[in-house]
């Protein structure tokens, strides 16, 4: 089960990622990183925050190259399918939306010292 998580539009030629919990600034691909990605390469998305810019995580084609994903630092993956990136990169899309799978409570495992305080 998917849920929505934000969306994706653009700004001159680059992406800009607007993701529900991100706190450090906007998420941008950068223009030149974005047709490194349609290409087929990992690149790097940064964050823009004043005028310091940092790293923010990587994007990349999946491996069917039917979806560009997501991987945000400290958060899970996120993805959206790569014909409405290239709508919004056309300007056919306002924006596009970003879907990350929702997560079971019962599949989720503890960590590895979850019950650690019972062990002993």
């Known amino acids: 089960m998917w849920k929505k998580v934000g969306t994706i539009s653009k ?35 940064n964050f823009v925050q004043n005028e310091f810019i940092g790293y923010a995580g990587r994007a990349k084609l999946s491996f069917s190259r039917k979806a560009v994903n997501i991987f ?25 939306v970003l879907s990350q799978v929702k997560k079971d409570k019962k599949k989720e495992k503890a960590p590895i010292d979850g019950d650690l305080d019972h062990s002993f």
Request: charge should be negative; avoid cysteine; charged fraction near 30%.
């Open 72 to 96: 945000p630092i400290d958060m899970d993956l996120i993805t959206v399918p790569i014909y409405h990136v290239q709508d919004v990169r056309s300007g056919r899309r306002e924006f596009a």
């Open 11 to 45: 700004e001159h030629k680059a992406l800009v990622l607007n993701v529900e919990g991100w706190k450090l600034g906007r998420m941008v691909i950068g223009a030149e990183n974005v047709v490194r990605l349609m290409k087929g390469a990992e690149v790097e998305i």
